[in-house]
């Protein structure tokens, strides 16, 4: 009985007390947010994540490394009905499929984010990169090419052109491509011929996807397949390739931040977007709080603060001219964003909603053709 | 049978725990193979009326399942599972996907096209509560019951609740599309938002309806001797029909996406609407369910009968290679005097201890091709320098990587049972004349046989399961079903795919330890003493 009493007070004054947690500001005191880890999380913590806390001394924020898998992740979550992030960093196409599948929540940007500086709302700061209804962008970063200057072969001029790539008796050596077909079948198809802007019309039909498959059987035995962004640079810094792709951020650690011999190949570098979805249900309090700090982590100083730690260009226009210099080496930090009009003289934009419905198809024929 | 209940209430907190943790979620997982309630829950309308097309006229289908598919799709796109379902279909027939997208951003648009006519002839229609009194009235409890339910099996949702509105029997009688759209509203509105049905405007869905009933000459000639609420707005529409738009809704959803005129699209739609399919388990076997039955994919699709094939032979090497490598290790241990051998089952442990990711990571740095078996054998002159061995972004580098961390678990077995082997039988064939080989081939080597199948059996099974280190050393001809497994788990999200190639999996491990226990004996295997 006594137990009983015991646990009836405790209780309640359980519930007095969340109820004047709520009364405080209806905020959650503590957030789960999910990243990639490594360098990139670094930049956030340092960028977003350090002032934010500094602003609002009771929060707490932990952060879990499950950006890799988030999409299986957060749908195993909500069968379970125990969202536990309340913050997610995805790619755009995983954002997109987050969305597609109920699991992220839709956001009205102008309501959510916030305001540039000079007064130019978020949806027109953002523009075109608002690709999801549930997507916040916060960087672009771009697949590109890295190659090893000592390995080009004497007399040979530095390659320039992305088709190097398919040139191996100009440029002998191993390549590393990503194990899946995305950006793999638009260079094949880039360098089969294809005009830029065909490229997708090229790639929708049997024909096209056999020819970039053909295109690339021509390199197929010097081909090394990786499936974890540090595996090139790693690859490029033992000399086991001669070029290959990553993501842009890797390629500038291992030549300005580790001095590696490898220069980077801009030509029909892949942009794409990362960026944060909210999980869909998410209890009021803790989507207070997600919120508050989405407004303050995605504003344009913020964004632009993130460049200081990684070569990744901030999404919003009103950021790019505040990007400044490295916050370690002191290096103009401009120069190696992929989105700097010397780097973006050849681009080639990834077509979102061409890859959410051939991906599967693609993917399948892909898979067939590596593993003959 | 008392003692034995009693046993079995001493077993019980395990046997639950077991069962609830265990065998529960992994049925769950396996059952999604074969689960396909996603169709049938979010397109019921549809589906019941697609059953009644016959697809091989090539013909799309007739305005009665476009119009079951727009009731439909505007309650899916209100709980957001249009998207999921396209999501699904798309896994059969590419571009599915932005199809269900597309349209449901423009099923709205679509509504209109008979709400702003509908509104400038009867300027009621406006009104939020004059729909809620001319819907209203008595004797559509079963129906509001009806919709109740299949609302919830689409939007997996409790929709139990006070809703506030009944449907007017008599109204359900003569507009029948309209009482559906409008239902369905009332209790989205009601349960899912809640609000009051009376004061909220009803979905665009419901204008789009009423334009289908009044297409029906009975339903006109129905409205024009109706004196219930809302006579004179419905008769005013039915006057007026001339200003609704001409075309049904298959121009409609036609003209939004010309997709959906394409006869292949409603035949993926219907050979995938049953709730349960085969469809993942002949995926999984390079064969797809086609409207003409089932076939074989194209050559150039074909990729999971090849995977596990290679699995099961790659497994079986890499079980060979260990019993070869493993044999002569645990005979030492066991042999050899007690100090020593207690350093050398350290060094056998020892990388038992050590991360699977850092062992297989390490391997990358020896076999690499300027790793330091490459470096070592150029050095001493073996090798080319131009011509390096490949040993690893292959087969041979999964077999070198996973012999090696798979080694252990048939070290172990082999041991404890060789420790068993009294030494006085061998010394005894010896001297009854047996040479050296003879007393270890026909006196030892059969004692230690079950040390070898209990050690086969664990690192069998562990390598047909294993993807971390084929993926890391494997590059393309060196990885397994399970790395396919793992990618439509975590990244296409195909998960029914998944669960059909795990079953598979499970059945061939299970197929073949019924052959080891017919041929070995299962009896014959040992972990220890």
């Known amino acids: ?372 | 049978m008392r003692q034995k209940m009693r046993a079995l209430m001493l077993v019980a907190p395990l046997l639950i725990f077991v069962v609830v943790t265990f065998i529960v979620p992994i049925l769950s997982m396996l059952f999604r193979s074969v689960e396909n309630e996603i169709v049938p829950n979010t397109i019921p309308g549809t589906v019941v009326a697609l059953s009644e097309w016959d697809g091989s006229t090539g013909q799309p289908p007739h305005e009665d399942v476009y119009r079951n598919l727009y009731i439909d799709l505007f309650k899916a796109e209100e709980a957001k599972q249009h998207t999921r379902l396209g999501t699904r279909l798309n896994y059969e027939q590419t571009g599915v996907s932005s199809l269900f997208r597309t349209t449901g951003r423009s099923l709205d648009d679509i509504g209109e096209l008979w709400q702003d006519p509908l509104e400038a002839i009867d300027p009621n229609f406006e009104e939020g509560s004059f729909w809620f009194e001319m819907m209203s009235g008595t004797g559509g409890e079963g129906f509001l019951e009806q919709r109740r339910e299949l609302m919830a099996a689409m939007s997996d949702e409790n929709m139990s609740g006070d809703v506030g509105f009944v449907p007017s029997a008599e109204i359900i009688e003569m507009l029948p599309w309209t009482a559906r759209a409008y239902t369905d509203f009332a209790l989205w509105a009601a349960i899912r938002d809640g609000d009051t049905v009376a004061e909220e405007d009803p979905w665009e869905s419901v204008y789009g309806a009423l334009g289908m009933d009044l297409t029906n000459p009975d339903t006109v000639s129905a409205i024009n001797s109706y004196n219930g609420a809302g006579a004179s707005a419905l008769q005013a529409a039915a006057a007026n029909i001339d200003q609704l738009p001409d075309f049904g809704f298959r121009e409609a959803f036609t003209q939004e996406d010309e997709d959906w005129g394409n006869a292949e699209v409603w035949a993926t739609i219907k050979l995938y609407s049953p709730s349960m399919t085969p469809g993942y388990f002949l995926n999984s076997v390079d064969m797809s369910l086609t409207p003409d039955g089932v076939k074989m994919k194209p050559d150039n699709q074909q990729i999971y009968t090849t995977l596990f094939t290679r699995t099961l032979v790659m497994a079986l090497i890499i079980t060979g290679s260990c019993i070869l490598l493993g044999y002569p290790v645990a005979w030492l241990l066991a042999n050899l005097p007690m100090r020593t051998a207690s350093i050398l089952m350290i060094l056998v442990l020892l990388p038992f201890w050590t991360s699977l990711l850092v062992r297989t990571s390490a391997w990358k740095v020896l076999l690499q091709q300027q790793g330091v078996i490459n470096e070592i054998l150029v050095w001493l002159g073996f090798v080319d320098d131009a011509d390096r061995l490949i040993l690893m972004n292959n087969a041979t580098g999964t077999v070198i990587a996973m012999t090696h961390i798979l080694l252990p678990f048939m070290i172990l077995p082999l041991y404890s049972v060789m420790k068993t082997i009294p030494p006085s039988y061998q010394r005894a064939a010896k001297s009854l004349g047996a040479t050296n080989w003879t007393a270890f081939w026909r006196v030892y080597f059969p004692q230690s046989v079950p040390g070898i199948g209990a050690g086969s059996i664990l690192v069998f099974i562990l390598a047909i399961g294993y993807y971390i280190t084929p993926e890391i050393v494997g590059g393309t001809d060196g990885v397994f079903i399970s790395n396919r497994i793992a990618y439509h788990i975590s990244s296409s999200l195909n998960w029914g795919l998944a669960a059909a190639l795990g079953s598979i999996l499970l059945v061939v491990v299970l197929g073949l330890y019924w052959c080891y226990d017919k041929i070995v004996g299962i009896d014959n295997v040992k972990l220890g003493g």
């Open chain 1, 1 to 372: 009985m006594q137990l009983i009493k015991t646990l009836t007070a405790s209780t309640a004054m359980l519930v007095v007390a969340t109820g004047a947690a709520y009364a405080d500001d209806h905020m959650a005191s503590d957030m789960t947010l999910v990243s990639w880890g490594g360098a990139y999380q670094n930049s956030q913590i340092k960028a977003y994540a350090e002032p934010y806390m500094e602003m609002n001394p009771g929060v707490s924020i932990t952060w879990d490394e499950s950006s890799n898998e988030a999409v299986a992740k957060l749908r195993a979550m909500n069968e379970a009905n125990n969202v536990t992030w309340d913050l997610v960093d995805v790619v755009a196409a995983d954002a997109m499929r987050l969305c597609d599948e109920g699991l992220a929540m839709e956001i009205d940007p102008d309501e959510v984010l916030a305001d540039a500086p000079d007064g130019t709302s978020a949806e027109d700061d953002f523009g075109d990169l608002l690709v999801s209804d549930c997507f916040i962008p916060q960087i672009v970063y771009s697949t590109t090419f890295g190659y090893r200057e000592d390995m080009v072969p004497a007399g040979t001029p530095a390659p320039t052109d992305i088709c190097a790539l398919f040139d191996t008796e100009t440029y002998p050596g191993m390549r590393s491509l990503e194990k899946r077909p995305i950006n793999n079948m638009e260079w094949a198809l880039l360098c089969d011929g294809v005009a830029k802007d065909e490229v997708y019309s090229v790639l929708e039909t049997e024909e096209g996807q056999q020819r970039a498959l053909d295109k690339l059987a021509t390199i197929k035995d010097s081909v090394i397949w990786w499936s974890a962004g540090a595996d090139t640079p790693q690859l490029l810094a033992d000399g086991e390739v001669f070029m290959g792709s990553t993501y842009n951020g890797r390629l500038f650690s291992a030549i300005v931040e580790q001095d590696q011999p490898i220069a980077m190949l801009w030509d029909a570098q892949v942009f794409d977007l990362d960026g944060w979805i909210i999980p869909a249900g998410l209890p009021e309090d803790r989507l207070n709080r997600v919120l508050d700090f989405v407004k303050f982590a995605t504003d344009t100083q913020r964004l632009a603060d993130q460049a200081k730690y990684i070569s990744y260009g901030p999404a919003r226009f009103s950021s790019a001219p505040l990007v400044g210099k490295h916050a370690e080496l002191g290096i103009d930090m401009a120069p190696h964003m992929p989105t700097d009009p010397e780097n973006a003289k050849n681009t080639f934009l990834y077509n979102y909603e061409f890859w959410a419905d051939y991906r599967d198809d693609i993917d399948a024929k892909f898979q067939a053709w590596l593993a003959q």
